[in-house]
C-alpha cells in the first residue's frame, strides 16, 4: 500500500506540475520615474534597462528586457520568446501596431494587453510581470 502511495506521490510530481513558465526567472524590482523624459507620457516602453533612482547608473530589467504597456493599467512583459527559447530571440513592440509585439526569429505575435499569441507557432504567451503605480510620485514599480 505504501509503495502505490509513494509511486502516486512521485508521478504527480514528475508529470503534474507541468511547464508552467519556460522563461528563465532573474528577480528584479525596479522604480521608472514616469515624469522622466526618457518615459513621460508614451503608450508603450521597450526597456533592456532602466536608470535606477537610487544611483542613477542604468540597471537590467528581466531576463531579456521587458515591455510595459499603458492602456487604463500598466502591464509588463519579458521580451524573451518562450518558443525560440534563446537569448537573443527578443520581442519587440511592432511597427504601426502598438498593441502588440512580435519576436525577431518565430514572428509570433503577442497581445500587449495579455501577452498572449495572436499570430504565429508559439505555444506559450509572453511572461506578466508585477507593476504597481505609485501616485502622486509619478512611479511605476516593475518586480517579479
Not at 519556460?22 to 503608450?43: C, Q, R, T, W
Not at 526569429?105 to 498572449?116: P, V, Y
Request: glycine content about 6%; overall charge positive.
Amino acid at each position: 500500500m505504501n509503495c502505490k502511495i509513494i509511486l502516486f506521490l512521485l508521478t504527480l510530481l514528475l508529470y503534474g506540475c507541468g511547464k508552467e513558465n519556460i522563461v528563465p526567472n532573474i528577480k528584479f524590482d525596479v522604480l521608472i520615474n514616469l515624469s522622466d523624459p526618457e518615459y513621460a507620457n508614451k503608450e508603450v516602453l521597450d526597456l533592456g534597462d532602466v536608470k535606477d533612482l537610487n544611483t542613477g547608473m542604468r540597471v537590467g530589467v528581466g531576463y531579456s528586457g521587458v515591455i510595459v504597456y499603458r492602456s487604463a493599467r500598466y502591464v509588463a512583459f519579458e521580451k524573451y520568446c518562450p518558443h525560440d527559447q534563446s537569448n537573443s530571440c527578443k520581442a519587440t513592440v511592432k511597427k504601426n501596431e502598438t498593441t502588440k509585439a512580435v519576436c525577431n526569429c518565430c514572428k509570433t505575435e503577442f497581445l500587449l494587453l495579455t501577452g498572449e499569441v495572436v499570430l504565429g507557432e508559439s505555444k506559450y504567451g509572453l511572461k506578466e510581470y508585477k507593476t504597481e503605480l505609485i501616485l502622486p510620485q509619478n512611479l511605476l514599480r516593475i518586480w517579479n
